[in-house]
T-cell receptor
Framework: DSGVTQTPKHLITATGQRVTLRCSPR?????VYWYQQSLDQGLQFLIQ???????AKGNILERFSAQQFPDLHSELNLSSLELGDSALYFC???????????FGPGTRLTVL | GENVEQHPSTLSVQEGDSAVIKCTYS??????FPWYKQELGKRPQLIID???NVGEKKDQRIAVTLNKTAKHFSLHITETQPEDSAVYFC????????????WGAGTKLIIKP
């Protein structure tokens, strides 16, 4: 157990819908990273937050947005869902000045 | 920006043999190079990392080597075991990147009994 929690574990929804994925980082970690992993694919970096502020953006679609709250948990919002958005979404966290990213168990999103 | 290439995409080795996975990076300012292991259906986990001021690092059966001149680094697994079967990801991080990692595409390692 990495100490990073993600909810829900599984999510099944229909095209055109909107969902919210939630992540709680390890205690003391200020950075949160979101990744998308499609079936048998690599880790696509989406976005990074540090202590509530956006720090870096990767290949995140305009239909996707995220935020980090004062209690440091983060939410990833996916809207106007398409079949191709079906994937495993991981969040990871890291401590200030620490390189290692600790991954959560992931949320498996299925868009039907 | 940084770009990381990883080879091979799939590697099949006999149990007990060694496995080597290679990554190249483009940004000479990169100074941190981790390797993550992702078992089927599980989360990626850090298995070993190396900084740019070190040429080699070992941890039991795994080792990482770094060639800064050629801008490549490699993961070496000796005496492979069935539990080594997984997808391995390399990554690189530049000094001014806000700790953002640039990831390789992954290598699926298959250990044949």
């Amino acid at each position: 157990d990495s100490g990073v929690t993600q909810t829900p574990k599984h999510l099944i929804t229909a095209t055109g819908q909107r969902v919210t994925l939630r992540c709680s980082p390890r205690s003391g970690d200020l950075s949160v990273y979101w990744y998308q992993q499609s079936l048998d694919q690599g880790l696509q970096f989406l976005i990074q937050y540090y202590n509530g502020e956006e720090r870096a953006k990767g290949n995140i679609l305009e239909r996707f947005s995220a935020q980090q709250f004062p209690d440091l948990h983060s939410e990833l919002n996916l809207s106007s869902l398409e079949l191709g958005d079906s994937a495993l979404y991981f969040c990871a966290s890291s401590a200030p000045g620490n390189n290692e990213q600790f991954f959560g168990p992931g949320t498996r999103l299925t868009v039907l | 920006g940084e770009n990381v290439e990883q080879h091979p995409s799939t590697l099949s080795v006999q149990e007990g043999d060694s496995a080597v996975i290679k990554c190249t990076y483009s940004d000479s300012a990169s100074n941190y190079f981790p390797w993550y292991k992702q078992e089927l259906g599980k989360r990626p986990q850090l298995i070993i990392d190396i900084r740019s001021n070190v040429g080699e690092k070992k941890d039991q059966r795994i080792a990482v080597t770094l060639n800064k001149t050629a801008k490549h680094f490699s993961l070496h697994i000796t005496e492979t075991q069935p539990e080594d079967s997984a997808v391995y990801f390399c990554a690189a991080r530049a000094m001014d990147s806000n700790y953002q990692l640039i990831w390789g595409a992954g290598t699926k390692l298959i250990i044949k009994p």
